[in-house]
C-alpha cells in the first residue's frame, strides 16, 4: 500500500485535492471540471497515492486552504511540505513565498533579491511556475516587477490568480478588478 494518500475537499472555488505523505503535503490542486479529472490530473502526478481519510494535521491544512480561499486571512506557513522532490532553489523560493501574508505580494525580482542576488527574478517565476502546492506556497502573490500579474500555472492560468488575489483584497488599492467597467446587468450574468 502507497504512503501518499490524497483526499478531494470544498472550496469556494470547487472541490480541491491535498495529497500527503509521512514528511507532509505532497501536493495541492484546484479544481478541475468534475471530482473524476481532479482524481486524474493527481493521479498522473502521484501514480500510487491512494484516496483516504485524512489524518488531523492534513485536515487542518485542508481547512486553512478552505477558509484562505474563502476571504478569511489565514497563515498557511506552518504546513509541513515534502519537498524531497525538489531541487534546493526550489525549496528557497518556496521559502520565501511562504512568508508573503495575505493581501500582500512581492515582484519577482523582490524574491530573488531575498535570495542575494537580483538577476534571478527569471528562475523565480520558472520555480513557482513549477509549484506543487499552490495556496500553501502563496506563488500568486508574486507579480511582475511593474505589478503586472505575471505568469500562473495552475489551472485557470492567470484568471485564477487574479481571482485568489481579489478573494485575499491584494488589489484593491491597485485599481479596478476584473469587469468593475462592465454595466452592472452584465456583471451579473
Known amino acids: 500500500m502507497s504512503e501518499t494518500r490524497f483526499t478531494l475537499f470544498d472550496t469556494a472555488l470547487g472541490r ?9 503535503v505532497q501536493a495541492v490542486l ?10 486524474a490530473r493527481l493521479l498522473r502526478r502521484l501514480p500510487h497515492a491512494t484516496e483516504g481519510d485524512p489524518p488531523p494535521e492534513i485536515q487542518a491544512a485542508i481547512d486553512g486552504v478552505a ?3 474563502a476571504g478569511e486571512p489565514r497563515d498557511l506557513s506552518n504546513v509541513a511540505l515534502d519537498t524531497s522532490r525538489l531541487s534546493t ?46 495556496i500553501v506556497v502563496p506563488c500568486h502573490r508574486v507579480l511582475a516587477a511593474d505589478g503586472r500579474l505575471g505568469g500562473f500555472s495552475a489551472r485557470g492560468g492567470v484568471a485564477m490568480k487574479l481571482r485568489l488575489l481579489q478573494i485575499e483584497r491584494a488589489l484593491v ?10 454595466p452592472r446587468a452584465v456583471r451579473l450574468r
Open 16 to 24: 480541491c485535492a491535498m495529497a500527503w505523505g509521512p514528511a507532509g
Open 173 to 182: 488599492e491597485k485599481g479596478p478588478m476584473l469587469f468593475d467597467d462592465l
Open 89 to 134: 532553489f526550489q525549496r528557497q523560493v518556496y521559502e520565501i513565498a511562504r512568508t508573503i501574508p495575505p493581501g500582500r505580494t512581492l515582484s519577482y525580482g523582490e524574491v530573488a533579491a531575498r535570495l542575494g542576488n537580483p538577476s534571478l527574478a527569471r528562475e523565480v517565476g520558472q520555480a513557482l511556475g513549477q509549484n506543487p502546492f499552490p
Open 67 to 69: 477558509a484562505l480561499l
Open 30 to 39: 484546484f479544481p478541475e471540471r468534475t471530482d473524476a479529472a481532479t482524481r
